[in-house]
């Protein structure tokens, strides 16, 4: 029997840092509850070595990849003509995200909506080709035809999972989307109660993924569209990830965030208010502190993956211009480089072309307890946060932050005391971001005092043991229940 059951959508155990961070202290601290994962993931080839070794009390893994197509069903099938008006509801929901009690019945997609019937039956065909004709006929048919089949063939993987993991008390999300939708399919199938905790806000998240995804085509000639008008396949997508969030909101026990903004945001796109409640990150900061130290390296480290959301070419160029003061300014770029190749490529041309081949490293990913003594400076000039623990965690090792101003940021630099520990900016603002790198590293007073404050502000907020304690007083509010 699994106590905790955590779903874990493309973070734990192959992804380094972040959520999977969070999931592995939570485990690893919590050591008195036997501790499940169910690891969600594109397709197989996507992922090499697990890069956590999993603590004693996890007794439980599975993993499931959404994109494969070596399960997929013997092609042929034939949808049953009087099922097909629960079909229509079913995408009529995405529409108006009104009615959904088919959703909390799992035989609704093994049986009415089975994977063979939406991939293969000649209905399913036909009812795509409606709404194709109806909405985007002046795009390809391949690019609409793919985008509803990608969008809903995870439906039915999870599905799949639902069959596989039964033995569980409570099962806990740490997002919303295709993870938070199998953790609600499994608290209606076996009445366990679930648990969504939001890192991020992950509608509003994919919202910026899909605004710049090259991958979703309409093809539709820019005259046929008003300025600022979205495709329709990137509109569709969105009605699809606000639908699914609508279902995890209304069934979640409790809804947690990490900050308070974050918590507005949630109730902004439909959480009930009455289910909210904030607990912000912990770290160790015992491990940490040995890592405070007296000099102020000239080092600026930027610490996350290399993609777009995380907007590594505002920090280059942002460096470049803070070279023109400090010339032996170095940059560091520490995070796993694999993600998204083509952006890696034009950040490092990027580079080259500024001529910083001197100040900006790429080092992949470090052990932080090997970078953050040697960084003066931490920063991120992300387009979209939650609560990063790398600030936290620089906190700790007595590091100020320059961070622009999404999610959590402002509340961690700035406070609720007046007490800076360093500088927000806006989104993309390269000049504002290097004069806050320049007054900071140019001024010893000033560093000191945003030192002293955020190490003031982590030993107050943000300790591991007011985390774990946070969680085990909510684990243990639901955990005997039924």
Not at 121 to 149: G, M
Request: one cysteine or more.
């Amino acid at each position: 029997m699994i106590d905790v059951l955590i779903i874990a959508e493309g973070t734990y155990p192959y992804v380094r840092g972040g959520v999977s961070s969070w999931i592995h202290q939570l485990i690893s601290g919590l050591d008195e509850y036997k501790f499940g994962i169910v690891f969600l993931g594109s397709r197989k080839k996507d992922y090499k070595e697990k890069k956590y070794e999993f603590p004693k009390n996890l007794v439980f893994y599975h993993e499931e990849f959404m994109f494969d197509e070596d399960d997929f069903p013997e092609k042929k099938a034939i949808l049953k003509v009087k099922d097909f008006d629960k079909i229509e509801k079913f995408h009529e929901y995405f529409k108006n995200n009104k009615e959904y009690d088919f959703f909390k019945n799992i035989d609704f997609f093994k049986n009415t909506a089975s994977l063979k019937n939406f991939l293969y039956s000649y209905p399913s065909w036909e009812f795509i080709e409606k709404h194709y004709e109806k909405n985007v006929s002046n795009s390809p048919f391949i690019n609409y035809i793919w985008s509803v089949k990608n969008m809903h063939i995870p439906i039915w993987k999870l599905v799949k999972v639902v069959d596989v993991i039964k033995e569980f008390r409570i099962v806990h999300s740490p997002s919303t989307g295709y993870a938070g939708f199998l953790a609600a399919l499994l608290s209606y199938t076996y009445n366990r109660p679930f648990i969504l905790t939001e890192h991020g806000i992950y509608i509003k998240e994919r919202k910026i993924d899909l605004l710049n995804a090259s991958w979703i085509k309409d093809s539709i000639y820019r005259f046929h569209k008003q300025i600022g008008e979205l495709d329709y396949s990137k509109k569709m997508w969105i009605r699809f990830f606000e639908g699914l969030g609508k279902i995890q909101y209304d069934r979640a026990e409790i809804i947690i965030s990490l900050y308070k903004k974050a918590r507005e945001v949630q109730i902004s796109y439909g959480a009930p208010k009455e289910k909210t409640e904030v607990i912000p990150n912990g770290i160790d900061i015992e491990k940490l502190k040995p890592l405070r130290k007296k000099e102020i390296p000239k080092v600026i480290t930027l610490i996350g993956r290399v993609v777009p959301i995380k907007d590594i070419k505002t920090f280059i160029k942002a460096i470049k211009l803070t070279s023109t003061k400090i010339p032996d300014i170095q940059g560091w770029i520490v995070g796993p480089e694999d993600e998204d190749p083509e952006y890696v490529n034009e950040c490092k041309k990027l580079v080259e072309t500024l001529n910083l081949k001197n100040n900006v490293k790429f080092l992949g990913f470090q052990n932080i307890t090997d970078i953050l003594p040697k960084t003066g400076l931490l920063t991120l000039t992300s387009i979209s946060e939650g609560m990063p623990l790398t600030v936290i965690e620089g906190f700790a090792a007595g590091l100020p932050c320059v961070s622009t101003d999404v999610g959590s940021c402002k509340e961690l630099i700035y406070g609720n005391d007046g007490k800076k520990a360093g500088e927000i900016t806006h989104i993309a603002d390269t000049t504002e971001i290097a004069n806050a790198y320049i007054k900071i590293l140019s001024n010893e007073n000033i560093y000191r005092e945003y030192q002293n404050n955020a190490i003031e502000r982590v030993e107050r907020d943000y300790t591991k043991e007011k985390f774990l304690n946070s969680y085990k007083n909510i684990y243990e509010r639901f955990l005997w229940r039924g």
